[in-house]
């Protein structure tokens, strides 16, 4: 893998577009919690125990690991953002995909940090089945919360050569920054090892947008 490097030029682009059929905004006001960083840092665990999880709770989260600090647009015309998650060039190519754990059936949802709020996405219901059970293979969701990563790559290939290593860093950072919010909210996750590639693709059918793997985050 070879270096990143700036390009002279930043390439325009359209970013994804996800299928959305209802939206729902979230919570954006929480209760501080007097928790010391250095307990936070220092008993982040990995737990495949997992319990059911209220949608306050999971908006605390998102919210908190996602906040936007900052939101600019670069030479192209693209918003680009600071958030309480680094990003290579403020790019943030990772979007988050949800499965809530109240539902009758799993369904995914996008999550946008702008507004704050959920997407449920318009996806075959066959496909959807392939996925969960593809993720499911590497640990059963039951009754936790899916956190999926989705990558649109465009995001980043279009300011820098050689990208790879860029978005997965970016992916990485955001995970750990989840699992550390979790923590805080005295939550347990568990990060996933596989990607369900094949799945995932399937799902949406679109180049430039890559699985990134994902946790599950439960009581």
């Not at 293979?137 to 649109?152: S, T």
């Amino acid at each position: 893998m070879e270096n990143p490097k700036p390009k002279k030029t930043i390439q325009e682009f359209v970013p994804f577009d996800y299928p959305i059929s209802s939206k729902k905004r979230l919570k954006r006001t929480f209760d501080k919690k007097e928790r010391d960083f250095l307990d936070v840092l220092l008993t982040r665990r990995s737990s495949a125990e997992l319990g059911s999880i209220s949608l306050d709770t999971i908006s605390e989260l998102l919210f908190l690991s996602n906040n936007i600090q900052q939101i600019d647009i670069d030479e192209s015309g693209y918003l680009i953002s600071k958030r309480t998650v680094p990003s290579a060039g403020g790019r943030h190519p990772v979007d988050i995909l949800i499965s809530l754990p109240s539902e009758d059936k799993r369904l995914l949802h996008y999550y946008n940090p702008i507004e704050h709020s959920l997407g449920e996405l318009s996806l075959s219901q066959e496909n959807l089945k392939h996925f969960f059970e593809d993720v499911n293979m590497n640990l059963p969701i039951d009754k936790g919360c899916l956190i999926w990563f989705a990558i649109q790559t465009n995001k980043t290939k279009t300011k820098y050569t050689n990208p790879e290593s860029l978005y997965w860093r970016d992916a990485g950072a955001l995970l750990y920054c989840l699992q550390l919010v979790a923590n805080y909210l005295n939550l347990k996750s568990c990060p996933l090892g596989g990607l369900a590639v094949s799945s995932f693709d399937q799902l949406f059918d679109v180049k430039n947008l890559l699985s990134g793997g994902g946790l599950l985050i439960g009581q």
